[in-house]
């Protein structure tokens, strides 16, 4: 008789960082592994209220101090989220050892990087779970590993450009905003945060590379065939492709990054292209202050919220405007659907270098000033709607995806591989292996958006 490894997930309270984390715990339950899911109480009340809750999946909460969830991404939060998490974590991995169910790892997602101290203090592994591009992990790995100044220098020169180990070309604009000068950010940012962030991925590294004797375990979401020389890039990194992690969204939405004046442009962009769209705005207030409201109402479709995964499976959509957030990225590519690329800030900027120039499923719009005009939205949108080989491109790539995460595909090996490593588990366990959210997202077909017909385009920068 065997028993299964006993891991713990725990993941920044953040939709975006929360959605890849709980699809991993779930793929882990799929493959018999005993996990604990450990979350903020307002997350956990949020998952409940919205039937979230997985079978086989222990969840466990613990207050953050924000239990009314208006999360806050201040200084202040992260120490108290630190604070509180770690007496959590200790508390919970002493009691299941108590209890018999001793924790076998510890997986942690990004910006709780701290949680590597409590597994180490606890004399227990632990992996990150890196929720962006494997790409992003090698600039930031050499951004703090002797490259740092050169990157600082670039100050946004369309003739500077570096080579970095086992990654494309890259030019100043294709960098994480947090690895710029202060002057160098997106004028649509609110960055007064930026520099406690930028030292949260300092610490990451530090965490990963500082410490261990053997090459630390990341477990990154994305795939081997998408990232295969970014994945091998980094000497002292040990990255495993465990993705695509792609769940349907749960929580509500966020702030958004835009200012009124490019709302208003990419209105004026939608209005000359003159297709039918959907258009997500997350504030009500933001939409009442476009001045062509009325016009694109009658083009178009704007709402603070749609399951995104749904309308990008839609059969009818043509192109997916997206701020290149990683989780949408990939679930642009899960889907097929091509892009037009409008980052806005921190890893966004790498993933629209990749998705125009390395993976070619999108065009990435070009700011002057820090402003997309709506006729760059408008060239753009014509350029995707139009583009064949953008469309063969994007499903080629829904065809790698989906062989990556099926039985025996290279995440679904690579993710058994770091479970056998924890302990033996038993092999009926992975007999029933199903990837469930995901291929429920990628056989979704019939969504009721039935204003459409074929091309629409999907607008979600927030
Ligand atoms: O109306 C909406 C809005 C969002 N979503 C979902 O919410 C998630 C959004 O995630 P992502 O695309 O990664 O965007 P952000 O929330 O902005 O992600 C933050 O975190 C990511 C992971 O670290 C980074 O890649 C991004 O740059 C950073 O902004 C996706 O799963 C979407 O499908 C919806 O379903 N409907």
Redesign the pocket.
């Known amino acids: 008789m065997t028993t299964s490894p006993h891991i713990l997930v725990i993941s920044f309270p953040?939709?975006?960082?929360i959605?890849?984390a709980l699809q991993f715990a779930k793929n882990l339950v799929k493959i018999g592994v005993d996990v604990t899911f450990v979350t903020p109480l307002f997350v956990h009340r949020r998952m409940k209220n919205a039937s979230r809750v997985v079978q086989g999946l222990n969840i466990v909460s613990f207050s953050d101090g924000s239990d009314d969830g208006l999360l806050l991404i201040t200084e202040h939060y992260f120490s108290e989220l630190r604070r509180t998490g770690s007496e959590a974590l200790k508390q919970i991995i002493r009691t299941s050892s108590l209890e018999g169910r001793p924790i076998s790892c510890v997986v942690y997602?990004?910006l709780v990087e701290w949680v590597a101290e409590v597994a180490r203090g606890e004399q227990l592994p632990s992996a990150e779970l890196w929720?962006?591009?494997a790409t992003?992990l090698d600039i930031y790995y050499h951004h703090f590993n002797g490259y740092g100044e050169d990157m600082r220098n670039c100050n946004n020169d369309p003739s500077w450009s570096i080579k970095l180990p086992g990654l494309p070309l890259l030019h100043a604009g294709d960098l994480p905003s947090l690895v710029n000068d202060e002057d160098n950010k997106p004028s649509l940012v609110h960055d007064e945060n930026n520099k406690f962030i930028v030292k949260t991925f300092e610490d990451l590294i530090d965490v990963l590379v500082g410490h261990e004797k053997t090459k630390p375990i990341v477990l990154v979401?994305t795939f081997d065939s998408l990232e295969f020389e970014a994945l091998r890039a980094v000497e002292k990194l040990n990255m495993r492709a465990i993705g695509p992690l792609?769940?349907?969204?749960f929580?509500e939405?966020?702030d958004p990054?835009l200012a009124e004046a490019q709302m208003e442009e990419i209105g004026r962009g939608l209005l000359k292209c003159g297709m039918p769209f959907l258009w997500?705005i997350?504030k009500q207030q933001d939409k009442e202050k476009l001045s062509c409201m009325k016009e694109l109402e009658e083009k178009g479709m704007i709402?603070?919220?749609?399951?995104?995964?749904?309308v990008?499976a839609h059969p009818s959509l043509g192109c997916f405007l997206?701020?290149?957030?990683?989780?949408?990225?990939?679930?642009s590519l899960v889907s097929g659907v091509p892009v037009v690329a409008y980052?806005?800030?921190?890893?966004?900027t790498t993933?629209a270098k990749l998705i125009q120039d390395i993976w070619e499923t999108g065009v990435r719009v070009k700011s002057k000033n820090g402003v997309v005009d709506g006729d760059e939205v408008h060239r753009c949108l014509e350029l995707v709607m139009r583009g064949a080989e953008l469309r063969r491109n994007a499903k080629k790539w829904s065809d790698l995806a989906k062989e990556a995460i099926r039985e025996s595909g290279s995440s679904d090996k690579n993710l058994k591989a770091f479970v056998a490593e924890l302990g033996s588990v038993t092999e009926k366990s992975f007999v029933n292996h199903v990837v469930d959210a995901l291929k429920c997202a990628l056989d979704a077909k019939h969504v009721t958006l039935s204003k459409f017909l074929y091309p629409f385009l999907l607008l979600?920068i927030?």
């Open positions: 953040g939709q975006s960082h959605n890849p997602s990004l929720d962006q591009p992003v979401n792609v769940p349907s969204a929580l939405g966020k990054y997500v997350n709402v603070t919220w749609c399951n995104q995964l749904e990008l997206t701020h290149c957030g990683w989780n949408s990225t990939l679930e980052p806005v800030w921190t890893d966004q993933n979600n927030s």
